[in-house]
């Protein structure tokens, strides 16, 4: 294609989208709500997943490691820890730290461990952290059948459930997101169907004078494309305002207790804005692709 | 030159439009079609602009086997053939001049080419005084006139119209019928589907009379033949 074709496309389409002033206007409302929904979604899903994560990230393995091992012995036994794939991770707490560890948690009720330093009963422990906090059931598993173990814990049936719960919460996410999506292309293939009716005629004589289908294509296409990322501005920048906000409230009725993180508005608003802007774009070309395909078999 | 080897129609719904047409229309020639209403004649014209395929038999048209060519080739064809319409197809929205520069625009000529052929075109069917009018300004015969123009702009060998006096009054008829002529003289093969008795039976060229899906005349300075 010639440059100075892709102009006239460009012009074409621009001029397209003011000639059927209301009908793009009724497309662009289409895709802004959509796409606005579908940004909602996004923003909560991400946080979903964000805060899933660090539960996640707090699953860890405590392997005890039976008694009089030999300090060589240990070192290997962390050695081989390492060397496996899935291991993110390995931390040792000697039986003297273990205590220390256990006696600040028990608080001013400490003293009735008093004098245990001498014969302290507690094993020396590893704390082993899974790369995928999914793997860590299997990790354990495989750390059991090595030399030296005593026990190991990991909160087992705790950590299963709180898997399935943020596998679940992901997926209505995601299915939400695609639905949403179907539902924002079905919108905009039909209105810009109806754009497309108001100009058989225009379609019709270009193919009799021989005009390539491409070249009939492409002005719908810059026009689709338009009104795609026209809908999606809208709703990124409420999305973004809104979510500054958001954050703020929250920050000053929530600062001391650090209970509830939500992800900082950088690079979220950018990562939402981008998926926005591309899903726009794709049921934009995609609505009026489809729609003007009908129309070219003269 | 059109050429039809054993053409056959039968549309998806079971009426059957030709027949085993054969047909060879030499180049420079002035062809009316003739017949009854349903009698296949749009079809027939259908076929040579590729608007729809044939089921069985060959069509060549100008080098093209136009039976056999792939979708994409389509356009290739069809800008060696002007159509003329009965309802003009002129877009409302453009001026009689953008409406003749459109057929150029969409095949990418030139731009530097587009005026002064355009006005050259205008000049032939004499209304580059209204250049600038838009399509519901003129009359039908200037209507038909543009739509012409737009026809012979990009210098097609052939020009094929399906009724194309049907809506003017008899005196605007020969008006459009004195310009097909002339684009006959200068050597544009000229296929013409007609219900129009007086012309036919005045302005005498060959006449191909379709009948029931099959050629039932052929000939030269023929008559129309046909009591409306």
Redesign the interface.
């Known amino acids: 294609m010639?440059i100075?074709?892709l102009g006239?496309h460009v012009r074409e389409g621009v001029k397209n989208l003011g000639?059927n002033g209301w009908m793009s206007f009724a497309s662009i409302s289409a895709v802004t709500f959509t796409l606005f929904i579908l940004g909602v979604f996004l923003v909560l899903a991400m946080n979903v997943n964000f805060f899933a994560q660090s539960v996640e990230k707090q699953v860890e393995i405590r392997v005890f490691m039976a008694d009089l091992t030999t300090k060589e012995n240990l070192q290997q036994f962390e050695q081989d820890v390492r060397a496996l794939d899935k291991v993110e991770s390995v931390q040792f707490i000697s039986k003297d730290e273990g205590l220390k560890q256990f006696r600040e948690s028990m608080g001013d009720k400490a003293y009735l461990f008093d004098g245990l330093e001498k014969g302290n009963p507690l094993p020396d422990a590893f704390v082993v952290k899974a790369k995928m906090p999914q793997d860590t059931a299997v990790l354990a598993a495989q750390i059991k059948q090595m030399k030296n173990v005593r026990s190991l814990n990991y909160g087992e049936g705790t950590v299963e459930k709180l898997f399935a719960a943020t596998d679940t919460v992901r997926n209505v996410g995601i299915g939400f997101i695609i639905g949403l999506g179907f539902t924002a292309m079905f919108l905009i293939a039909n209105t810009i169907k109806l754009t497309i009716v108001a100009r058989r005629?225009?379609i019709?004589?270009?193919?009799?004078?021989?005009?390539?289908?491409w070249?009939i294509r492409w002005p719908f296409f810059v026009e689709g494309l338009l009104m795609g990322i026209t809908g999606a501005l809208i709703p990124i920048v409420i999305l973004g305002v809104g979510y500054y906000y958001l954050l703020d409230a929250i920050k000053s009725s929530f600062e001391a207790t650090q209970l509830f993180t939500l992800l900082p508005l950088f690079p979220l608003v950018y990562q939402v804005a981008l998926a926005l802007l591309a899903i726009g774009a794709f049921i934009g070309i995609w609505g009026s692709l489809v729609s003007v395909r009908r129309f070219l078999r003269? | 030159m059109i050429e039809m080897f054993d053409v056959w129609k039968t549309y998806p719904n079971g009426t059957s439009a030709l027949k085993g047409v054969n047909i060879r229309i030499e180049k420079g020639e002035f062809v009316y079609v003739v017949g009854p209403s349903g009698a296949g004649k749009s079809t027939f014209i259908k076929l040579m602009?590729r608007?729809e395929k044939p089921s069985k038999g060959q069509i060549f048209l100008g080098g093209f086997n136009v039976s056999r060519i792939k979708e994409?080739q389509i356009?290739?064809?069809?800008?060696s053939i002007g159509?003329v319409f009965q309802d003009f197809?002129l877009?409302p929205?453009l001026t009689v001049f953008e409406n003749v520069a459109?057929?150029m625009?969409?095949?990418?000529s030139n731009?530097k080419q587009i005026k002064p052929r355009v006005m050259d075109v205008l000049g032939l069917v004499k209304l580059k005084h209204k250049a600038k009018m838009l399509p519901n300004e003129l009359s039908g015969g200037e209507q038909q006139r543009v739509a012409l123009a737009?026809a012979l702009v990009?210098n097609p060998g052939i020009i094929i119209a399906d009724e194309p006096t049907g809506n003017l009054d008899p005196e605007t008829s020969w008006e459009i019928m004195k310009l097909f002529e002339e684009i006959n003289q200068r050597g544009t093969t000229v296929v013409m589907a007609t219900h129009n008795r007086e012309i036919v039976n005045t302005m005498r060229k060959r006449v191909i009379a379709i009948e029931a899906g099959q050629i039932a005349r052929d000939e030269q300075r023929g008559e129309y033949g046909y009591e409306d």
Request: glycine letters at 2%.
């Open positions: 010639k100075r074709t006239r000639r005629r225009e019709e004589i270009m193919k009799l004078v021989g005009a390539t289908n070249f003269v | 602009y608007e994409r356009p290739t064809v069809r800008r159509v197809k877009l929205t459109f057929a625009e969409v095949i990418e731009p737009r990009n």
